[in-house]
């Protein structure tokens, strides 16, 4: 077990502390729409019923939405990048190199990686790239390392590439600038793969899959630290990396693991994307029980930088950012070792972290201290 990460602030100052808030972004305002919406939506799925389907209702709130097509299931979600393609932008001014290869590869991860979590198996990625006008397509080296790296991704994953929209959107996306998206569809077959939390129980251990870094969220908090910075992106970290570099580390495809759990007979009993509102996210099903962290992943360390450049203690941390856990798995406590294995074999760290156990919702990180409560993490 690795030890805690340094807690403790930068700054004792209030002043000099930087929250996800102070960036722009507060989840308190987001997130009713997302509730909002996500009413209105379960009031269409009677639509399906005319076409002899059938929506899969515990679906409804989850990182992906699952239709019963009757023989096996058919799962859907769009992801957008966010904010990061804006790192690489500045990057490529104050050092010339092209990383839309990478963030291609980001792109496709915020999509597959939450379409997996319900058990399905991804087929087709479909592309949304919209620049904020003509000319950000006139730079062919950009374009082709988009292509490229977009297509490497898709072959990572074992997805068709469909298609997809490029429009030129001036006035609407900023001049110069680019907004990625991406749609996935896979299927559930057989259907015994779906991982709703049907079977998710105290008892049932809790395995979390290594980040490669910040991933694509946390990045308005991690741009506003940059401006921060004397030396801004450009500044070294103890590694001699720099910020900006390790910022633009692509975030890791965990589909190659979900695949290879199932064809080693590992069924998980539920799964969570670990992304906006970070740790919180293993609150993510509605049951009433405890989720306790035994064991810490290392921090990557552009995340060890920014919670301490920011002055975040743990909590803020840990509510922010994935802090080296890109993925959970829960899972059966007899099969918790064996799918450590089987995530290792792909090439992904991953530890036994802690276990499902029976009392009120909440989140305890043991190491930490920390507790998240039910009413930390909205999403219904």
């Given amino acids: 077990m690795t030890g805690p990460p340094d807690s403790s602030p930068h700054s004792s100052s209030p002043a000099d502390r930087l929250s996800y808030e102070q960036a722009g972004v507060r989840y308190d305002s987001i997130d009713p729409l997302k509730v909002a919406a996500q009413r209105a939506a379960a009031s269409t799925a009677h639509h399906l019923v005319a076409l002899g389907f059938s929506e899969v209702v515990a679906s409804r709130g989850e990182s992906a939405y699952v239709v019963d097509v009757g023989p096996f299931c058919i799962a859907s979600i769009v992801e957008c990048l966010g904010s990061k393609a804006l790192v690489a932008d500045e990057m490529h001014d104050l050092t010339g190199k092209d990383y839309y290869a990478g963030i291609a590869q980001d792109t496709i991860a915020m999509a597959i990686n939450d379409l997996i979590t319900v058990g399905a ?73 779906l991982s709703l939390g049907d079977a998710l129980g105290p008892g049932d251990a809790i395995v979390l899959l290594g980040s490669s870094g910040i991933h694509a969220n946390g990045l308005s908090l991690a741009r506003k630290l940059a401006e921060r910075l004397p030396r801004g992106y450009l500044t070294p970290l103890a590694s001699g990396t720099s910020y900006g570099e390790a910022l633009l580390t692509p975030t890791l495809l965990y589909s190659q693991v979900t695949e290879a759990l199932f064809a080693a007979g590992i069924v998980p009993h539920y799964c969570a994307n670990i992304t906006g509102h970070g740790w919180r996210k293993l609150l993510r099903h509605p049951a009433a029980q405890g989720y306790r962290i035994h064991t810490l992943p290392p921090v990557p360390e552009v995340l060890q930088f920014i919670q301490h450049q920011a002055g975040q203690d743990a909590r803020a941390a840990y509510s922010t950012f994935n802090m080296g856990a890109g993925f959970a798995l829960f899972v059966a406590a007899d099969a918790a070792k064996r799918a450590v294995a089987v995530a290792q ?17 909440r989140l305890f990180i043991e190491p930490l201290g920390i507790e998240f409560a039910a009413d930390t993490l909205q999403l219904r």
């Fill in 345 to 361: 074999a792909q090439g992904v760290t991953a530890w036994l972290a802690g276990e499902v156990v029976t009392g009120a919702k």
């Fill in 121 to 193: 198996t991804p087929l087709i990625v479909q592309a949304y790239w919209a620049a904020g006008g003509s000319a950000w397509f006139d730079d062919a080296g950009r374009c082709a390392a988009l292509v490229e790296g977009w297509k490497r991704a898709c072959d990572i994953c074992g997805v068709a590439w469909g298609g997809g929209e490029t429009p030129a959107l001036a006035g609407i996306v900023e001049a110069g600038r680019i907004d990625l998206a991406a749609s996935c569809t896979g299927i559930v077959s057989p259907k015994r793969r």
